[in-house]
């Protein structure tokens, strides 16, 4: 496995379901990201982590609960969704120095993402 | 939020011609630039990155940045039907939110035979 991976690829729920999302990465980063995309918008930064720590939480409703056991897995947690909550999700990894020290030519890889339906 | 501005499009060219995509940011102290392309159903894949101004180039495609006009832009030069896709203008924001990435909502590019 190289890149990104992320699993399921689709996820149909209920909004009385719990689901989770899970995004492995092989490329040996240590910040690693879950971004939402919906129709006509721009991508939304929802959780940051970094050496396994969450740094950022974009005000996120409590329904989606990210989770980050090792700097090559991460997780989002889905309970009680609401329809608007369909989209795409994607994850996302990338080298971060930390500090001062971005390195001004690395950008993001993305997994494949997970189409998810609310009904 | 850092707002990332492009013209969704469409943006309709014929094959062989010049696409110009253009992307304009707000943050001042953003440090780097990038340009991902996305397919219909496919994840963002990156296909260029600037960070000093003037322009760079990598085969078909020509990033040109002016920081002073906070201005980014890609142009695709012979263009292809191959290159249909949602182009992704992405900024590395600085001061507190340093390294962070903000995107714009993209620009659909159809290129016909």
């Known amino acids: 496995e190289t890149g990104v991976t992320q699993t399921p690829r689709h996820l149909v729920m209920g909004m009385t379901n719990k689901k989770s999302l899970k995004c492995e990465q092989h490329?040996?980063?240590?910040?690693m990201y879950w971004y939402k995309q919906s129709a006509k918008k721009p991508l939304e930064l929802m959780f940051v982590?970094?050496?396994?720590?969450?740094?950022e939480n974009n005000s996120v409703p409590s329904r989606f609960s990210p989770e980050c056991p090792n700097s090559s897995h991460l997780f989002l947690h889905l309970h009680t969704l609401q329809p608007e909550d369909s989209a795409l999700y994607l994850c996302?990894?990338?080298?971060?120095?930390?500090?001062?020290?971005?390195?001004?030519?690395?950008?993001?890889?993305f997994g494949s993402g997970t189409r998810l339906t609310v009904v | 939020q850092k707002e990332v501005e492009q013209n969704s499009g469409p943006l309709s060219v014929p094959e062989g011609a010049i696409a110009s995509l253009n992307c304009t940011y707000s943050?001042?102290?953003?440090?780097?630039f990038f340009w991902y392309r996305q397919y219909s159903g496919k994840s963002p894949e990156l296909i260029m990155f600037?960070?000093?101004?003037g322009d760079k180039e990598d085969g078909r495609f020509t990033a040109q940045l002016n920081k002073a006009s906070q201005y980014v832009s890609l142009l695709i030069r012979d263009s292809q039907p191959s290159d249909s896709a949602t182009y992704l203008c992405?900024?590395?924001?600085?001061?507190?939110?340093?390294?962070?990435?903000?995107f714009g909502r993209g620009t659909q590019l159809t290129v016909w035979p």
């Open positions: 600037i960070y000093s101004n």
């Open positions: 490329l040996g980063h240590n910040a």
């Open positions: 992405a900024v590395k924001g600085g001061g507190s939110t340093l390294g962070r990435l903000y």
């Open positions: 982590y970094n050496f396994k720590e969450q740094t």
């Open positions: 996302a990894s990338s080298q971060d120095l930390g500090g001062r020290k971005q390195l001004s030519n690395y950008g993001y890889t």
């Open positions: 943050d001042r102290g953003s440090q780097s």
